[in-house]
């Protein structure tokens, strides 16, 4: 009976931890990637769904992003102290989770009407940095600094119920025709509502 009880104890204090703040780090294989992030941040955490994220980025663009963006993304979830990979999912044509992007833009302009992408932030940041929004993408070398935007998380308990809460490690590449565009892992969380 001690033990069943000791057993509850350690899963319930298992499933209570969520990462409290966002982190990032750089996983580059390069010495000069494209993409170098100076800062970072997302809030509120755990991310909580619907609901809305607030976000700031200032990165440095060493080189001119072009052409194709692929990208290579490992999700790894923690719920209840039990740690599984998140596999490759393929929600209306649209792969979702580790999978592998052979071309990122398209699909993000796909996943749009699917998944409440906030189109319009992506759109505006992009014309305010004179950049066109049409793929393949065209993104010159310098300072890239977005700060205290937000995006509409959507509700997850119905399309993506098994991503809808837990602790999430990401590692994500992305290049272009060029070569590594940047590797970053992050840690975040998303709890329901």
């Known amino acids: 009976m001690k033990r069943l009880l000791l057993l509850a104890c350690a899963l319930s204090c298992a499933m209570a931890q969520y990462y409290t703040k966002f982190e990032w780090s750089a996983c580059n294989k390069t010495a000069n990637p494209a993409v170098r992030v100076v800062s970072a941040s ?9 609901g809305t994220a607030n976000f700031s980025v200032d990165a ?7 052409g194709n963006l692929k990208g290579k993304v490992n999700i790894l979830r923690t719920v209840a102290g ?20 052979q071309n990122i833009c398209s699909q993000m302009q796909s996943a749009v009407p699917f998944v409440n992408i906030n189109w319009l932030v992506w759109v505006h940041l992009m014309l ?9 993408l065209t993104i010159p070398e310098g300072n890239y600094n977005v700060e205290s935007k937000s ?8 399309s993506f119920s098994w991503l809808g809460m837990g602790n999430f490690d990401i590692d994500m590449s ?3 025709d060029i070569g590594e565009v940047g590797c970053y892992s992050i840690k975040l969380s998303l709890q329901p509502k």
Not at 45 to 50: F, Q
Not at 82 to 101: A, D, H, K, N, Q
């Open 82 to 101: 039990i740690r599984l990979p998140v596999r490759c999912y393929t929600y209306y044509g649209i792969p979702v989770g580790s999978c592998e992007y």
């Open 42 to 50: 997302l809030e509120p955490m755990p991310l909580r769904h619907p």
């Open 151 to 158: 995006a509409d998380i959507p509700d997850f308990s119905s």
């Open 60 to 66: 440095n663009l060493n080189r001119v992003v072009q």
């Open 128 to 136: 305010t940095h004179g950049q066109s929004v049409t793929c393949p």
């Open 174 to 176: 992305v290049t272009d």
